[in-house]
């Protein structure tokens, strides 16, 4: 059974720094990766796809994709206290996507 | 272009009853997916559908069922209501193979 696994936090970080969230998963064939961010009380929110190795980048916002080692991070430079919220990392499988309970990470001001 | 949209945004109900769930998804997209979201388990796939077919299905009883219409939206129904059913239900659009994007959930509780 596919799973995917996230540190629940929460992780805190002082606004301006970076904030790096990981994500494992065990299936070694899996394409296709997702970063959600999900404010309280809110639906989840599409911040990255990532389909192959390596780095891709918007903005703030960096996704890194190791196949080899089955793992996917988010990194967040010059966090902001609006960037406070649990952040999901998901990976396709067929029409589905598995999503990993969630990283909660605080920013202070 | 608007976004998903899902109705309706709260509900209560009592156990033993049935309840019904709508989703419209954005505008050409014809893949919709949904999703149960507690704290418990966080969010779990229930199903998608495509072109008014159901094409994969997740790990759920079959109290939990749905539908796809000829204009891509989608209902789902939930019978015989456990309190165990109290969630946030995610619907999710998209085109086939790439990127879901969720609705803002209808949240179910089961009284």
């Known amino acids: 059974q596919k799973e995917v696994e996230q540190n629940s936090g929460p992780l805190s970080v002082p606004e301006g720094a970076i904030a790096s969230l990981n994500c494992t998963y065990s299936?070694?064939?899996?394409?296709?990766f997702f970063w959600y961010r999900q404010y309280s009380g809110k639906s989840p929110e599409l911040i990255m796809s990532?389909?192959?190795?390596g780095d891709k980048e918007d903005g703030r916002f960096t996704a890194q994709l190791n196949k080899a080692s089955q793992y996917v991070s988010l990194l967040i430079r010059d966090s902001q206290p609006s960037d406070s919220a649990t952040y999901l990392c998901?990976?396709?499988?067929?029409?589905?996507?598995?999503f990993g309970k969630g990283t909660t990470l605080s920013v202070s001001s | 272009k608007a976004g998903v949209t899902q109705t309706p945004r709260y509900l209560i109900k009592t156990r033993g009853q049935q309840v019904t769930l709508s989703c419209s998804p954005i505008?050409?997209?014809?893949?919709v997916s949904w999703y149960q979201q507690t704290p418990g388990q966080g969010l779990q796939f229930l199903f998608e559908?495509?072109?008014?077919?159901?094409?994969n299905k997740g790990n759920f009883p079959g109290r939990f069922s749905g539908r796809q219409f000829s204009n891509s939206r989608s209902e789902m129904n939930v019978s015989t209501l456990e309190l165990g059913d109290s969630a946030l239900y995610l619907c999710?659009?998209?085109?086939?193979?790439?990127?879901?994007?969720f609705g803002p959930g209808t949240r179910l509780t089961v009284l």
């Open positions: 999710a659009s998209g085109l086939v193979g790439n990127e879901q994007f």
């Open positions: 299936d070694r064939v899996s394409q296709s």
């Open positions: 990532i389909y192959s190795n």
């Open positions: 998901a990976e396709r499988a067929g029409t589905a996507l598995i």
């Open positions: 505008s050409g997209h014809r893949s």
């Open positions: 559908y495509f072109s008014e077919t159901q094409r």
